[in-house]
C-alpha cells in the first residue's frame, strides 16, 4: 500500500518524463529538416512547401530562432484553436469524432469528480477504521483513509455512497445521451453534405449464383436490370487480383533496393556495390546489386504482365460479387438495406465502403466460409484471451538461464558472466510478455482480416472491440485480482453468479493505488510520447538519407499515420471503466484520470491536425460501440459497487443498487433504438433529398462515367500508372470530380483546391509560421 | 418410485379414459343435432346443409343407422386421408404448418426412441447397482434399472450414454433442418400463389410527426409523394374507434339478451317477462324486459350514431398512423424494410398485417409508450413467473375452513358439517391453484394485448412465447427440483454456474415416473377431451335453446374456435423437452412421448378439417419461434446430462459434452442466417415476380379501388350493415374481389366459389356422408 507521499513522488517523476517529452517534441518540430515528419497533415493537403528548400544552408537544417523555443508550449493552445467544423472539414468526421470521446471523458468526469470529493472524501475520512485497523498492525495508508474502506461494516453512511452512484449513473448516461444525439446529427449533417461519391451511389453484391450459361458480369446485369428495373445504372465485377499486388508490392520493395544501391554507388562510385542472393541476403553467392536488381525488377514486370493478363481473361480470378451502382442514392439505399433473392444466402447486398476503405484481399474470400471463419476466430480469440499466458510461460522458462544453456550450449561460457546473467534473469521473462503486448493488435488485426470483413473501418472496429474485451480481461480483471484469466475463468465457473461481484468488489480498493500509477505511466507519459512520433522520425531519416532521390520519393518516405482507432479506443475505454468503477470507491483517482483525458485531448487534436492522414471515412460509423463500451463499464462498476457493499453489511442497499443495472440496460436499450439505426441505416427521406438537389444542381451530369472505374482494385491503377505515367483523359476527369476518394498517390501530387475554411484561416500553428519564414 | 406395475396401471386407466372420450365422441357427432358443433368448418365454407332440415322428425335429432356406431374410430384414417396442399387450400398453410410440428415429434422422436431401446437400455440393463441399493434399503423400481441410475459410478459404460447424446443432438439437428427448409419453402410457394390481398399492397405507418399546417391524413400522403413519388398509390388514416366499438358490442349483447326475451315471451304468452335492471339483473327495480331492452338498444343505437359522427369529424380521433397502399408489391416491400425519416423513432414503417389479421384497439396505443409498456410487462412477468405462488397461497389459506370462518362467520353451521368440512379441505386450496392456471393464457394474452401489438398473430405468438417460459420455469423445473419458483431462484443466484445442471440433472432420473404419469394424463387423455368439444357443445346447445330464431342466428351461435397457437404450441415444446431430456436418461419414458405426438396429430387434424376456422393467415410466421425453443430444449438437455454425468464420476467425458451445446448453438445460429430471414423479410425479387405475373395476367386493374376500404375500421363496417343490410355496389365489388379477407358476417353468408380440389375431392369423411343422407 502505498502512502499520498509515494503517489506524490510518481506523480513528480511522470510529470517530469512527460515535461521532457514535450520539450524534446518542441525542439524537434522546431527543426525544418524534421518538418515532414511533424507535418505531413499539411505537406499531404499541399499547403506547405519545404522549408529546406529555401534560405540559406545552416538554416535548412536547424531553427536558429532562439525565440520560439522558448514558447516550446505553444502548440497546446494552437491545437485548441480550429473550430471543430474546420476540424471536420480539415481531417474528416471520423477523426474530429473520435476527438469527441476524449471531451466526453471530461464532460463525464469533471462534475464527477466534483461531486466525489464533495461529498464522498468527507464521508470517507471522517471515519476511524483504517486507524483501528493500524492499531492492529493491518498495513493500509492515507489513501484508504479516503476511499470506502474506511467506512466502518454496516454503517449508515453508505447511503451517501449509493446515492452518489445514482447521480453518477444519471449524469454518466445524460452526457451519453447528449453525445449520442449530437453524434448522430453530425453523422447526419456530415453525410448530407459531403459532396458526390462512388459509395453513395453503390452496393457489394456478394454471392452470387453461378449460372452455366452467363458470367458473372452478365448474370449481375440481368438480375438487377429485371428486379430494379428503373433504378439500375452500371456495375463492376471483382477481380481477385491477390497475386497481382503480391507481385506488384515485390517489385515496389526491390524498386527500393535499386534506389539503395545506386544511392550507395553514386556517392563512392569506387566500388560497385555487391549482395548475396540467398535468404535476406545474409548467405549464398555473391552478384553485383545493380545488375541483380535491375534483371529481377524487369522479371518481376514481365511476370506483372502475364498475371494482369490472365486475371482480366481467366473466368476463374472474377469473384462472384460485384459493385452494382444505380441512377440514384435512392435507389442504391433500398437495394442495399432489403434483401433480393429468396435464398438469403445469395444476393447479398451491402453498401459498397467507399472506394479507399475496400480492403481488396478480403473480397476474394468466398463469402460463404465467413461463417465458419468467424467461428474459429472466435475459438482462437477466447483462447487467446485466457491461455495467452501459456506459450509466454513457456517461452520465459526457455529464455531463463538454464533454458538458454540447454538449447545452445556453445553460448555456456558467455551467459555465465555475472553481468549478462542478471541481464538475463531480470530482463528476458519480462521482455516476452512485454513482445506479446506489442503485437498484440497486429495479431488481432490479422484475425479481423481473416474473419474477411471488406473495408478497413470495419477491420479496425472489429479488432479494437477484441482488443477491449483482451484489456478488460487481462488488464483490468487480472489487475484486481492478482492472478492470470485462467485463473480467474476457473474461478468464474466454481462460483455463483452473486460471489463474483464480491470477490472482485472486496478487491477493488486495495488495488487503487496500482491503477493510479497505471495511470501515470500508460496515460500521461505514454501520451506525452505519441506527440513524440520517435518511430516515424527515425524511420524517415533512415528513408531520407538511403533511399531518398527525388521530391517525390521524399514526400513516400513520410509516414503520416493515422489514428489508430483499433488500439486507441480500447485505452480511451480502459479509462472509462476505471473511471467510472473508482468514482463511488476511490475517489483519489478521479483527478487522474481528468488529467488523461484533458491531456490526450489536446496531444490527439494537434497530431489529428497536424500529423495523421486519414486512411477512410465512415462518417463516425463506430460511435454505437464507443456508446456500448462505456454502458458495459458503468454496469460493471454497478455490479461491483454492489458485491463491495454486500461485503460490507449493507445489505438493506441492495435493492436499490440492484435497481441501477436494469435502468441502465433500459436506458442503452432506449439509446439504441433511437439513435443507432443513424449509424446503420440510410433513410430514404435523406437520399430522396440529396438526389432531388443534384437534379437540381448538375441536371447533365453524365453519372455512368462518374461511376466506370470507381472500384476498380488499385492494384491495375498502379499499374497503369508504372506503365504510363500520363493518363488518360477519362480517368483525369475521374480523380477531379472525385476528390473526396483520391488514390494514395494522386493526394500526394495533385491535391485539389483547399477547402474554403481551411484556406482562409490561419492553416497552420503561428510559430510555425514564423519559422518557415525565417 | 413407481413400479412397472403401477406405470402399466396408470397407462391402462388412461388409454381406457381416452377410449371413453372417443367413444363419447363417435356417439355425439353422428347425432345431426351436434352436426353444427363438429362440422363447422364445412358449414363457414358452405360445402355442408343442415341435416335437421331434412328426414323424418327422430332422424333429425338421432342417428338410428347403428352400422356407423360400430365404426366409431373411422374418422381417424379419414382425418389423415386429406393430402397436405389440399390441406393448405382447405385450412390454411398456418395449420398445415401448426400440423407439422407434431409430425416433427414423431420425425425425432421414433428413431430416437429405437435407438435409446436398442443400446441404452441393454446397458442400462446389464448392472447391478440398483439391486446393490435395494440390498441397503434404498427404494428403487424397475423403471430405474432401466435408466442411468442403474450404471455404477466412473462406469466407462457412460461413453454409450454420450455417444448417444451426440447421435440424438445430431438427428434433432438433422430434422430441424430439413423442416426448416420445408417450412420456409412452403411459405414462400404460398405467398407466391396467393391470390391478391391488400397487405401485399400495404404498409402501416406510425409515429407520423405531428404538424400544425396539416392533417394527418395530408401529412401522410405529402411524405409518401415525395418520398416514393414513383409508388405512392393510396392511403387510410387510422381512427380511435374503440369507443365505438364497446357501444357496438353493447348493443349487440342487449339484443342477445331482446331475442333472449321474446323467445321466451312467444313460447309462454301468458306472462311478459321481466327482470331487473341493477347489477347483473340481480337487484334493483322490476321492470318488463321487453320494453327495457328496446329502449336501451334505440338509446344505445342514437349514442353509436353520435359516436360515429364524433369520431368521422374530431381530429383527435385520428391516430397518427395510416395504412399506406402502393401500387406494386415492390414498392411495398421497398417501404417497409426500410427507415423512412432521419429520425428512426418517426415515420416507422412495417407490414401491414392482413385486414382480419388487425387487432384494432392496439393501434390506438400511442407507439412512444409501447417501450414503456413491454417493460412493464417484462417485470410484471418476472414476478408472475417466480412469485405466482405468493397470492395463490394467501388465496389457499384465506379458503381453509377457518379462513372461511373467520370473514364469513354466519357460515359456520354450515361449514361445520363433516361432509362439506372434508369437501372445503380437500378441494379447496387445489381449486385456487386451478383456476389460476386455466386463466393462465387469458391473463398472459392481456399482457401481449397491453404490450401493444397489432396483429392477433403476433398477439399468439407473444403469449406462446411467455407460456412456455412459465411452463419450463414452473411445470418442468419445479416439478424436478420439487420446489417453487421463488425457491429456484434463490438457489440459482446463490449456486456456480456449474452446481445448477449437477442439482437438476441428479434429480431427472428420479422425476421419470411423476413426468410418465403426467404424459399420459395431460398429453393422453387431455388431447382425446380436444375432440370431445365439451364447452362449445354445451354453449351451442344453450343458445340453440335460448337465442336462436333464424337460421343465420343457429350459424352464430356455432363457435368452431381457431388453433390457439397460444396455449398449443408451448404444451408441444414441453413434450420436446421431456423427451430429449430424458433420451439419453431414461429411455422408458420416450414411447409415452410417441404416442402423444401420433394421437395430438391425429386429433388436431381432425380438428383442423372439420372444425377450427382459422381468425387470420400468417403464412407460417412462428416457425422461428418453434425452431428456437426445440434448439433450447436440446440445449437443456445436454446441460443436464453433462450435469449429470458430472456427479457420477465420469468428469473425463466433460469436455466431449460441452461441445455439444456450443455445436447446437452455432447449428441454430447457421439456421437463423439461412432460413430466418424467409419469415422476416419478403425479397424483391418474388416481389418483383408476382406484380410481373399480374400486370400480363390483369392489366386494367383497378388497384385503388381495390384498396380504397380495405384497411376500414371493422366497426365502421359492421355498423354500416347494421344501418343498411344491403350495401352499395362498390362494396359488393370489393367483398367478391377480396375472397381471403372476408369480415366474419361475409364468411357465414355469401362464402365465395370453394376452392377447386377441395371441391373436386370428398370434402367431408365418408360416414359422414352415409349420415346425412340417411
Given amino acids: 500500500m502505498a502512502t499520498l507521499r509515494d503517489i506524490g513522488l510518481s506523480a513528480a517523476v511522470n510529470i517530469f518524463g512527460a515535461l521532457i517529452f514535450f520539450v524534446a517534441f518542441a525542439v524537434l518540430r522546431l527543426q525544418p529538416f524534421n518538418d515532414r515528419v511533424y507535418f505531413p497533415k499539411w505537406y499531404l493537403k499541399g499547403l506547405r512547401s519545404d522549408p529546406t528548400n529555401s534560405g540559406t544552408f545552416v538554416s535548412k537544417f536547424v531553427n536558429l530562432d532562439f525565440r520560439s523555443y522558448l514558447r516550446f508550449l505553444n502548440w497546446m493552445p494552437a491545437a485548441l484553436k480550429m473550430p ?12 474530429a469524432v473520435y476527438l469527441r470521446i476524449y471531451l466526453m471523458g471530461l464532460k463525464v468526469f469533471v462534475p464527477v469528480t466534483f461531486l466525489a470529493w464533495a461529498i464522498l472524501v468527507p464521508v470517507n475520512w471522517t471515519n476511524n477504521t483504517i486507524e483501528l485497523a493500524k492499531l492492529k498492525d493491518v498495513t493500509a495508508s492515507d489513501i484508504d483513509k479516503l476511499s470506502i474502506s474506511n467506512v466502518p461494516l454496516g454503517s449508515p453512511r453508505f447511503w451517501a455512497h449509493i446515492l452518489v452512484a445514482y447521480a453518477f449513473t444519471f449524469w454518466t448516461c445524460y452526457v451519453l445521451l447528449k453525445e449520442y444525439e449530437k453524434v448522430a446529427s453530425m453523422r447526419y449533417q456530415f ?12 452496393v457489394l453484391v456478394r454471392n452470387v449464383p453461378p449460372d452455366p450459361d452467363e458470367s458473372v458480369s452478365e448474370l449481375v446485369e440481368h438480375f438487377f436490370l429485371v428486379n430494379h428495373p428503373d433504378h439500375y445504372l452500371t456495375h463492376q465485377v471483382v477481380y481477385n487480383a491477390n497475386k497481382l499486388a503480391d507481385l506488384v508490392n515485390k517489385k515496389k520493395s ?38 541483380y536488381y535491375t534483371s529481377e525488377i524487369e522479371k518481376t514486370s514481365e511476370e506483372i504482365a502475364t498475371e494482369r493478363e490472365r486475371v482480366a481473361s481467366d473466368s476463374k480470378s472474377i469473384m462472384p460479387a460485384a459493385f452494382v451502382s444505380f441512377k440514384t442514392r435512392w435507389a442504391a439505399a433500398v437495394c442495399a438495406q432489403t434483401q433480393q433473392s429468396r435464398n438469403p444466402t445469395l444476393w447479398l447486398t451491402d453498401w459498397a465502403p467507399e472506394p479507399r476503405d475496400v480492403y481488396w484481399p478480403n473480397l476474394a474470400i468466398p463469402y460463404v466460409s465467413v461463417s465458419v471463419r468467424r467461428l474459429i476466430m472466435g475459438v482462437a480469440f477466447f483462447f487467446l484471451t485466457f491461455f495467452f499466458m ?15 544453456e540447454k538449447v545452445l550450449p556453445f553460448l555456456k561460457t558467455v551467459i555465465e558472466l555475472k553481468v549478462i546473467k542478471s541481464l538475463i534473469g531480470g530482463v528476458l521473462p519480462g521482455l516476452a510478455l512485454k513482445l506479446f503486448l506489442i503485437f498484440l493488435p497486429s495479431i488481432l488485426m490479422l484475425m479481423a482480416k481473416f474473419e474477411g470483413f471488406i473495408s478497413l473501418s470495419s477491420l479496425e472496429r472489429r479488432s479494437a472491440s477484441k482488443y477491449y474485451i483482451f484489456n478488460l480481461v487481462n488488464t483490468f480483471l487480472a489487475s484486481v485480482i492478482i492472478g492470470t484469466a485462467l485463473d480467474q475463468l476457473k474461478s468464474f465457473i466454481n462460483q455463483s453468479p452473486t460471489q463474483i461481484p464480491k470477490t472482485i468488489g472486496l478487491a ?23 506527440i513524440l512520433m520517435l518511430k516515424p522520425l527515425i524511420i524517415y531519416h533512415l528513408k531520407n538519407t538511403f533511399l531518398v532521390k527525388t521530391e517525390k520519393d521524399r514526400e513516400e518516405a513520410m509516414d503520416p499515420g493515422s489514428i489508430g482507432f483499433n488500439t486507441g479506443e480500447p485505452q480511451i475505454q480502459l479509462y472509462f471503466l476505471l473511471g ?27 497530431q489529428i491536425i497536424n500529423v495523421y492522414n486519414q486512411e477512410y471515412e465512415s462518417a463516425a460509423a463506430f460511435w454505437p460501440e464507443v456508446h456500448g463500451r462505456v454502458i458495459v463499464a458503468l454496469v460493471i462498476s454497478q455490479m461491483l459497487l454492489l458485491g463491495l457493499l454486500a461485503t460490507k453489511h449493507a445489505a438493506q442497499s441492495t435493492p436499490f443498487l440492484i435497481a441501477l443495472p436494469i435502468l441502465t440496460i433500459a436506458f442503452h436499450k432506449y439509446c439504441q433504438g433511437r439513435y ?34 470507381a472500384y476498380l482494385h488499385p492494384v491495375f491503377k498502379s499499374v497503369d500508372e508504372e506503365d504510363d505515367e500520363d493518363k488518360n483523359s477519362l480517368d483525369e476527369k475521374l480523380d477531379n470530380e472525385c476528390v473526396l476518394v483520391p488514390t494514395k498517390r494522386q493526394s500526394r501530387k495533385n491535391t485539389p483546391i483547399p477547402s474554403k475554411v481551411s484556406a482562409t484561416s490561419s492553416p497552420s500553428p503561428p510559430e510555425v509560421d514564423d519559422k518557415s519564414r525565417p
Same sequence: chains 1, 2.
Avoid at 463511488?584 to 487522474?592: C, G, K, M, N, Y
Wanted: with cysteine.
Fill in 676 to 709: 443507432e439505426p443513424a449509424f446503420v441505416r440510410y433513410p430514404l427521406q435523406e437520399a430522396m433529398m440529396k438526389d432531388t438537389l443534384e437534379r437540381a444542381r448538375d441536371p447533365n451530369l453524365n453519372l455512368k462515367a462518374y461511376l466506370q472505374n
Fill in 191 to 202: 453525410l448530407a453534405s459531403e459532396r458526390r461519391r462512388p459509395d453513395q451511389f453503390s
Fill in 84 to 95: 471543430e467544423p474546420e476540424l471536420i472539414d480539415h481531417a474528416g468526421l471520423d477523426s
Fill in 390 to 404: 501459456i506459450p509466454i510461460t513457456i517461452v520465459q522458462s526457455l529464455a531463463s538461464i538454464e533454458g538458454i
Fill in 580 to 606: 467510472l468503477v473508482y468514482a463511488a470507491v476511490t475517489p483519489i483517482l478521479l483527478p487522474f484520470i481528468i488529467v488523461f483525458f484533458g491531456l490526450a485531448f489536446i496531444v490527439y487534436r494537434h
Fill in 508 to 530: 477493488i480498493p486495495q488495488r487503487a493505488t496500482f491503477f493510479i500509477t497505471y495511470i501515470m505511466v500508460d496515460g500521461w507519459a505514454g501520451v506525452a510520447g505519441e
Fill in 254 to 291: 526491390m524498386q527500393n533496393w535499386l534506389d539503395y544501391y545506386q544511392l550507395k554507388y553514386s556517392r563512392n562510385n569506387s566500388k560497385r556495390p555487391m549482395r548475396k542472393i540467398g535468404f535476406l541476403g545474409l548467405c549464398g553467392e555473391k552478384v553485383d546489386a545493380l545488375e
